[in-house]
């Protein structure tokens, strides 16, 4: 633990840190998007793959607990280095411009603080509507009893104002993802200009390709009205 606040106060160890979690972040939303799209498969493969999920115990729990560390670390960081920077440089730019280089000025990168501070009142209220939402209880295949949260999910995104909001707080990810990815790596990693331009486009494509992973959810079970023929009952 003292380890981890010295890392915390130096600016090495800060960079290893937002590096760490920032990959860390991404790696769990590519893998929570392919649980997702569970959805489209067969008819209760969306809720097994909950259920399986669920039943994992202590295994569950280590990881629940290791990914609420890296986001409040990550949080911590970030905030902090967004602090540290206003202090340093109260009065904002006028006219902003990319050096295309290691500073990477973008809409992207600009609005990180914001993106991030969203992204995290929406993950709270996400797990709290998702994760502890009241569901019914169906049977699956297998025959075991297990919460129904395919029809939670088709349900509230059958309501406009929660899937043109998804909609929108996904985006904001695709934004935050797309500076962020590239600059973990560049955190972690020494850099030359070569290098630095491919991660930054492979990051922005990673990005982008979530974000409209993602935000296709809520839209077609909206504009279908949960009825798509992607989605079997
Ligand atoms: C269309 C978009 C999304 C859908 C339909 C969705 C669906 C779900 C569902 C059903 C659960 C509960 C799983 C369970 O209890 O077994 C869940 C949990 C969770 N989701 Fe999402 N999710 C979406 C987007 C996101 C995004 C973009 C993030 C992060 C930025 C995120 C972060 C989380 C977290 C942290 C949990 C709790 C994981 C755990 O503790 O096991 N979700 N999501």
Redesign the pocket.
């Known amino acids: 633990m003292p380890k981890l606040l010295n890392a915390l106060n130096s600016q090495v160890g800060r960079k290893l840190l937002t590096g760490i979690t920032g990959i860390s972040?991404t790696i769990?939303?590519i893998v929570?998007?392919l649980?997702?799209f569970t959805?489209f498969g067969e008819p209760d493969a969306?809720n097994t793959?909950?259920?399986f999920?669920?039943n994992l115990g202590g295994l569950?729990i280590a990881?629940?607990i290791g990914?609420i560390a890296v986001?409040v670390i990550h949080a911590y960081i970030g905030t902090s280095i967004w602090w540290n920077r206003k202090k340093a440089r109260p009065q904002k730019y006028h006219v902003y411009s990319s050096k295309g280089g290691p500073s990477r000025q973008t809409l992207s990168s600009r609005s990180m603080i914001f993106t991030g501070v969203v992204?995290l009142i929406?993950?709270i209220t996400?797990?709290r509507m998702?994760?502890f939402g009241d569901t019914d209880i169906v049977t699956l295949s297998t025959g075991a009893e297990a919460?129904d949260?395919k029809t939670?999910?088709i349900d509230t995104?059958m309501q406009p104002a929660w899937a043109f909001g998804?909609t929108f707080?996904?985006i904001l990810?695709g934004l935050h993802l797309g500076h962020g990815i590239w600059s973990s790596f560049t955190s972690l990693t020494m850099r030359n200009k070569a290098m630095s331009s491919m991660i930054y486009t492979i990051g922005t494509i990673v990005a982008f390709l979530l974000a409209v992973g993602?935000?296709s959810?809520?839209l077609y079970i909206y504009f279908t009205g949960g009825e798509g023929s992607f989605i079997q009952y």
Do not use: D, Q, S
Request: overall charge neutral.
């Open positions: 972040l769990f939303v929570h998007l649980g997702n959805l969306f793959y909950a259920y999920l669920e569950l990881a629940e990914l986001f992204l929406f993950v996400h797990v998702f994760k919460r949260l939670l999910v995104f998804y707080v996904m990810l993602f935000l959810i809520p």
